[in-house]
């Protein structure tokens, strides 16, 4: 039962419960219109104290084609926490106002923070680099339409593993499906952190860390590409070391397997070459529309309002 339930972390629903969101997600997808008056008379709040373009509008256009409405801010300058109003007495003022939240801020542990005195549904849009379980919803939505289901796979993710919060939610999650293996491509300042292989390592799971994609990329079923996470950098120095990393182009894929599945959850800087978005395997944009989807069918759940 998800009503009523706040959406941390990727590890915060069961597999069941995920399950069902994507089920719904494709019965969206395949008919819209009987979906659109399940949220009539509902308001969606939207706090996004970090910059979005795909996050906060996919989960307005959610709301808004359920049919239900929307408040919110995109730009904490706009909020009163420029005043000093603190995190928690502007949950507790929005959530008076609406029937769900979705909150993006760039401190590790504020989603839960803000959970804990929230009384409607909080939606973790985003926080630091820690997590951002909606997109994981996006990435298996993905994964399951374009591979049939999320598990027996070769997971290659590559390039911000330190600070890519949408990579922790995703291993998070495809770690508890059956057979996946997962391959780490990353420069050694951004490994992917101890506490995930720690996590994996307890579940049995496989997976090995090398540098260079290169050879690699004849193995993978599905490549998870990101880009280096400038914001969550100390030293611009090591931002413009790091930056291009890597570069997937045509001739990197010339190895790769025809049934490849590239996902990107974007925005993209220069890590995938736009001479890849023609490749039928590039599925990045195709996964930004199902964000949308995915997104309708969490505000369902977590609404209760299946039945509409
Ligand atoms: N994927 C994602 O979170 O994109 P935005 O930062 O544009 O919301």
Redo the contacts with the bound molecule.
Sequence with gaps: MLKGRHLINSEDFSTEEIQSIISLAQKIIASPQRFSHCCDGKLLGTLFFE??????LSFEAAMLRLGGRVIGFADESSSSSTKGESLVDTIRTVASYADLLAM?HTKEGSSFLASSVCPVPLIN??DGGHQ?PT?TLTDLLTIVEAKGQPEGLCVGFCGDLKFGR?VHSLVKAMSRYPDNRFIFISPKELHIPNHIKIELDRLGVEYREIERLEEVIDELDVLYMTRVQKERFFNEADYIRLKDSYILDKKKLRSAKKDLAILH???RVNEIHPEVDSDPRALYFRQVGY?MYARMALIIKVLGVEEC
């Design positions: 910059p979005s373009t795909r996050t906060r993006r849009a985003g951002h997109q949408t959850p974007l925005p964000g």
